[in-house]
């Protein structure tokens, strides 16, 4: 067993914990880059927000590259994961509140 997958092992509700702390800590070091692209396109993402936004882009980005994570199937699940879904459903709303257009 290599060291990877030594600390993916390590899960909560079935979810690495490892992956998600990497997604979320790569998402808090890039956000003064990425808030410096999307100013450019004229769009306001405070840095914060893209903390926020980690999972439910993180979701959608794998269904883009159709690569089936277990948090990916258990969002497009209709019929059950309500829990997940509201947490992802809340992060997006968290993650675009005081993002604004710039005129």
Not at 6 to 28: K, M, N
Not at 40 to 68: A, D, E
């Amino acid at each position: 067993m290599n060291s990877l997958e030594f600390l993916r092992q390590f899960r909560f509700a079935g979810y690495a914990i490892f992956d998600i702390a990497v997604s979320f800590g790569g998402i808090y070091l890039l956000s003064s880059f990425l808030t410096k692209i999307f100013v450019k396109f004229k769009i306001f993402v405070p840095k914060n927000n893209w903390v926020f936004l980690t999972l439910p882009i993180g979701i959608l980005v794998h269904i883009l590259f159709n690569t089936m994570t277990p948090m990916t199937v258990n969002f497009l699940d209709l019929y059950s994961n309500y829990i997940l879904k509201i947490i992802i459903i809340g992060f997006l709303v968290l993650g675009l509140r005081n993002t604004k257009i710039i005129k």
